[in-house]
């Protein structure tokens, strides 16, 4: 019997998906391995998530790690085991070894934009490397996919994360806060310019009861994927935050830090930060948001704007990010990718395929919804 192994399977965005393909029809005569270091943590899981989920206790980094796979007849492996902004390409080539296709969440620039540098050995193998199967590049690019059809040409393209206050697991943290005061070049107004992690504090505003949000710089795969997906493209900015503006002063202040060389890193402080995250939690808010704006020129070369926002209520939002992974792996076990080789996950799923993951969850989507005056882009 064939296996899918979510490495990180007892993770923040690794649970939902093991919960997800534990209990899914595209899944059944497939084990879903429940994989990480802790075989105890791996088999609580396994106890609480029920369905095809078994525990399967390894470390992704090991040298034997192929072996491993093979042993387990795994068919997809999907890598949730962050950070990624640390990591080689070790996993994905023992996944090729072991003949698995591998999808992961990575949003770290260099690893999701060089995922390319294992395109023949994974045609090769005829197996499938996809890299950053999660809210970028994946669902990023399949929205302005989707926006791009209402334009002739797109001239800029900015996108932005609100998260509600439940924290991330403590490899996005470490993955997203690694950045912070580091210096990172960024399209804008058709040249390369220098900007810093988690600098320039902007306000943004939602739609009710999202209201304010504050929001800085990241750096993300998109960066670089973005104006070789989209040519006419001239600027392309994201930016994230936190619901609570006092962590996102407090994240600007020790980027700031990071920047002055007054700190290396804010990677160290990541443990304490996440406990304090997890702390204050119950009293924050529970909706998040993705918002994606498009400028350009439409078919009769008029100025045009399209804005695509995506709210989730109720605590759902944490669910987002593992929509395109569990897409993907769907679609493969139903054999619907023809497609071999390494890529960025940009293509491979379209915008309807990521959402319908999400049925049943409290998630809106409001299209064209922005006042410029208030929250536009800026340029
Ligand atoms: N692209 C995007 O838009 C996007 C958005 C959000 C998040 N992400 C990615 O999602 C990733 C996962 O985040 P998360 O919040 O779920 O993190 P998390 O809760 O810290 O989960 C990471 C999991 O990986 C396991 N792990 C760590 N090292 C391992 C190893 N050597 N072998 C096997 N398992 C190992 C950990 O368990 P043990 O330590 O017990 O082994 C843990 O269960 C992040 O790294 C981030 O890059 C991407």
């Known amino acids: 019997m064939g296996s899918v192994v979510v490495l990180g399977g007892y993770g923040n965005f690794g649970r939902r998906i093991v919960a997800a393909l534990a209990s899914d029809a595209n899944a059944a005569g497939h084990r879903v391995l429940i994989a990480g270091r802790s ?14 989920a078994e525990p399967f206790a390894v470390d992704c980094h090991a040298p034997s790690f192929a072996e491993a796979l093979a042993r387990a007849d795994a068919k997809i492996v999907i890598h949730t085991a962050g950070p990624f902004q640390t990591q080689d390409y070790a ?4 996944c090729i070894e072991a003949r698995a296709h591998y999808v992961d969440l990575a949003d770290a620039r260099a690893f999701v934009c060089g995922i390319r540098a294992l395109d023949d050995a994974a045609k090769r193998s ?7 199967a999660s809210s970028l590049p994946a669902l990023s690019s399949a929205v302005v996919d989707r926006l791009a059809r209402d334009f002739s040409s797109i001239h800029s393209i900015e996108h932005v994360i609100t998260s509600g206050a439940i924290p991330p697991g403590l490899a996005t943290m470490s993955g997203v806060l690694s950045y912070a ?8 107004d058709g040249r390369w310019r220098r900007v810093h992690g988690w600098q320039d ?18 750096d993300v795969p998109d960066l670089d994927l973005f104006p070789h997906r989209y040519p006419s493209v001239e600027s392309v900015v994201f930016r994230a935050g936190v619901a609570q503006p006092s962590s996102m002063l407090a994240i600007g202040l020790g980027a700031w830090a990071v920047r002055s060389i007054l700190l290396s890193s804010l990677v160290p402080f990541v443990p304490r930060l996440h406990r304090l995250a997890t702390a204050r939690a119950r009293r924050g ?4 948001a993705m918002r994606v704006h498009v400028r350009g020129l439409n078919g009769r070369s008029q100025p045009h704007t399209r804005t695509w926002t995506l709210i989730a209520a109720n605590d759902h939002g944490p669910h987002i990010p593992c929509f395109p992974a569990i897409a993907l792996a769907r679609k493969l076990l139903r054999d619907a990718v023809p497609r071999r080789g390494a890529m960025p996950c940009m293509g491979l799923l379209d915008l309807e395929e990521i959402l319908a993951v999400g049925r049943g969850l409290e998630i809106a989507v ?3 919804e922005v006042d410029e005056r208030s929250s536009g882009p800026t340029r």
């Open 366 to 368: 409001v299209e064209d």
């Open 285 to 288: 808010s529970k909706h998040s």
């Open 39 to 52: 075989r105890e943590r791996a088999e609580r899981f396994a106890r609480e998530v029920g369905g095809n």
């Open 181 to 188: 005061g580091k210096p990172f070049e960024r399209w804008h």
């Open 201 to 218: 504090l902007k306000w943004m505003r939602f739609p009710d009861p999202l209201g304010l949000r504050c929001v800085a710089n990241c």
């Open 91 to 94: 996993v994905p080539h023992a």
């Open 126 to 132: 005829e197996t499938l490397v996809v890299s950053g």
